[in-house]
């Protein structure tokens, strides 16, 4: 029972009222004391005037906004806010927690003392967990708790003992150490990390974990965040001082700023390094991390106006993979500078400008520095049930070049492109809308000759269904693709008459050449077709729970298949979910991956995933598990057998996670299998 200031008037209400002279008062029978939101039943209150002190020597109940609380007696000084209740029984109000203490008691109005204190948000009858201490101080004005020789039970066995430990009152952060986590694998053994949060200043704070690895040694984590009213960042910082499997000491760092300059101005910086090409393969905890080939690092400048935005930036790469050759790392970009601009002319037509400057450097090969502009003017005729878009550009590539036989080189040529497409809508069965959206796009660039250009970050564009209606094959700059060819494609929906969702869509489409294709990138020889692959999409949506999608590109004039993909998710109204991913790439990738989490009743769950390579014949991950979530706590057990590197070397790994809930969790588990979990 929290004191509060006497600021609004005191109600008591009772069937019997005694105040006989020189003797307390006497309150009995349905006896219910209200001030403001806190109430107080019992059967007898006893009130003494002169030395207000208050005695309740019969069971009560006492609640308000935060606390339901009933006690077998209490007494209560109301000049000083100091008091006692004896076997006390509290929930909290809007929270599952819930617990008892032999006594509390009111040392001062801002400090409470609780003897043989217990916590937890299971059933208080049959608790399957509970935080218990001898003694647990409440500091109220500064939103401190301390507890002694405190101990976590679980299922009656103690789990964690601390003879002294701290803990915040409010959701305001607090230094202390957090709870553990441990996991278990083949090549590493035994892994475990305890966490101390510092929190040094309301916008910042830190968090140092000891981690030990037992066949590699201790390892520290730092990570220092802070928050200002026009900046904010992170640092990480990991340290293995003399790993005793590599023989060497690891490290990775890495630092993230956001800052806003000025209104429209912001600037960002993300710099990334680690102490050797295996840090992820080694300390990584999945396949992403294993498979990273390049650190970025970079810095930027962005700011923006009413018609234009101006990027600036900087960035650096340190190679991972072994396998790229020095002449085929990327090429720092020091600086590189990207400005965008237009707007309406009046009477639909509107004027755009792309462009960018950019300086190449590499250790090895050709560097130097590229202007790229490209301005255009499209003039658009928009009407219901159609569109016509006309678009003309120039665009002009300039290069001053180091370390090849000409100190410069350059191309200009015209882009010229028509979009245009209808759209048609009849109504369907069960209220419903059908759509067909018929499109056209011709594209003419004529051919230059590019072969005396250099490549510094130009790739073939992914071909896919938006790759229709673009007017390069090519990223980057350093080659534009010659063009005379149209695009034709069809739409079709079927909406919801009610909201306007997407049940059902498809789309398919196909470009048709006029002439060869002649620029191309190093190595590759003049493309001779006639006509693109046949690209198709499909996503249906039948219900909120079931979604599935497919693509397609399927190449006609060899009859065979260069692009699929196809997925389907399920999540039902209980823990059941499902996930179905297949992609594949000619000579690239073909991979299925298959996730579920199978409920096998409404507290026991069975997950499991399997990523396979059709390509390698090769299982990349299997992993395989136990859930059991009960109203107060989650036990998970994971196993999970994975590709650690691109060599195909394997690593096991056991995880145990313990979540008890309205607490933390103890153990951890290897990756979320679905991102939007129940």
């Given at each position: 029972m929290t004191p509060r200031e006497p600021v609004a008037e005191t109600q008591i209400m009772a069937a019997d009222y005694r105040a006989p002279a020189g003797q307390p008062v006497r309150f009995a029978g349905d006896v219910r004391l209200m001030q403001l939101d806190q109430l107080l039943e019992t059967d007898e209150l006893l009130y003494d005037p002169e030395s207000r002190l208050v005695d309740i020597p019969v069971w009560l109940r006492y609640t308000d906004a935060l606390i339901q609380l009933e006690a077998a007696?209490?007494?209560?000084?109301?000049?000083?806010g100091t008091g006692q209740f004896e076997e006390v029984i509290y929930r909290l109000v809007g929270h599952d927690g819930s617990g008892s203490a032999?006594?509390?008691?009111?040392?001062?109005?801002?400090?409470?003392?609780?003897?043989?204190f217990g916590f937890t948000t299971c059933d208080p009858d049959r608790p399957d967990w509970q935080l218990k201490a001898a003694r647990v101080d409440l500091a109220l004005d500064r939103g401190v708790g301390t507890a002694r020789h405190a101990r976590l039970e679980f299922k009656g066995v103690p789990i964690l003992y601390s003879p002294w430990m701290t803990f915040p009152l409010t959701d305001d952060r607090k230094s202390g150490f957090l709870y553990p986590r441990f996991g278990r694998s083949g090549s590493d053994g035994f892994d475990v990390s305890v966490p101390w949060y510092w929190n040094i200043a309301p916008n910042q704070d830190a968090t140092f974990t000891g981690r030990?690895?037992?066949?590699?040694?201790n390892m520290l984590d730092t990570e220092y965040r802070f928050l200002g009213e026009r900046q904010r960042g992170q640092l990480d910082l990991e340290i293995l001082p003399n790993d005793r499997r590599a023989g060497s000491t690891r490290h990775y760092g890495q630092f993230d700023y956001r800052a806003r300059l000025a209104p429209r101005w912001s600037a960002r910086a993300d710099f990334r390094r680690a102490s050797d090409d295996d840090y992820f393969i080694d300390l990584g905890s999945d396949l992403v991390d294993s498979s990273v080939q390049f650190l970025r690092s970079v810095a930027s400048i962005r700011g923006s106006g009413r018609d234009w935005t101006l990027d600036v930036l900087a960035d650096d790469f340190q190679v991972l993979d072994a396998n790229v050759a020095e002449g085929r790392e990327p090429y720092r970009r020091l600086p590189r500078a990207v400005f965008v601009a237009g707007r309406p002319l009046g009477g639909g037509v509107e004027w755009h400008l792309d462009s960018e400057f950019v300086h190449f450097d590499r250790d090895a090969g050709v560097t130097g520095t590229r202007l790229d502009v490209h301005p255009s003017l499209r003039y658009e005729l928009l009407a219901p049930g159609w569109f016509v878009r006309p678009e003309l550009g120039l665009r002009t590539t300039r290069y001053a070049l180091s370390g090849a036989d000409t100190g410069s080189a350059g191309r200009t040529l015209p882009i010229a492109s028509v979009d245009a497409g209808l759209m048609f809508e009849r109504a369907a069965a069960a209220g419903r809308t059908q759509t067909l959206e018929p499109r056209v796009y011709y594209l003419y660039v004529p051919f230059r000759d590019q072969d005396d250009l250099p490549d510094f970050d130009t790739r073939d564009l992914t071909f896919g269904f938006s790759q229709l209606f673009h007017h390069n094959r090519f990223t980057g700059a350093d080659r534009q693709g010659d063009a005379n060819q149209v695009a034709m494609a069809v739409t079709s929906r079927l909406l919801d008459a009610t909201d306007g969702r997407s049940l059902l869509e498809g789309s398919l489409g196909q470009i048709i050449h006029f002439r060869d294709r002649r620029v191309q990138l190093p190595g590759r020889d003049m493309e001779r077709r006639s006509r693109s692959a046949t690209v198709a999409e499909v996503a249906w949506r039948p219900s909120k729970s079931l979604a599935a999608t497919a693509g397609l590109q399927w190449d006609t004039e060899n009859s065979e298949t260069e692009v699929a993909r196809l997925g389907l998710s399920y999540r039902?109204?209980?823990?059941?979910?499902a996930a179905l991913g297949y992609r594949m790439r000619r000579d690239q990738v073909d991979q299925a991956d298959v996730r579920v989490r199978y409920p096998v009743n409404e507290r026991?769950?069975?997950?499991?995933?399997?990523?396979?390579s059709f390509e390698d014949d090769d299982t990349l991950e299997v992993l395989g598990g136990v859930e059991y979530e009960s109203c107060c706590w989650a036990l998970r057990l994971t196993g999970r057998d994975y590709v650690r590197d691109r060599e195909g070397e394997r690593q096991t790994s056991v995880f145990l996670e313990l979540e008890l809930r309205g607490l933390a969790s103890?153990?951890?588990?290897?990756?979320?299998?679905?991102r939007d979990r129940p």
């Open positions: 007696r209490a007494h209560y000084d109301v000049a000083d032999d006594t509390v008691a009111m040392i001062e109005p801002t400090l409470a003392r609780l003897e043989q030990w690895i037992e066949k590699r040694g039902g109204k209980n823990a059941g979910q026991f769950n069975l997950i499991g995933r399997v990523l396979y103890l153990g951890r588990m290897p990756y979320e299998l679905f």
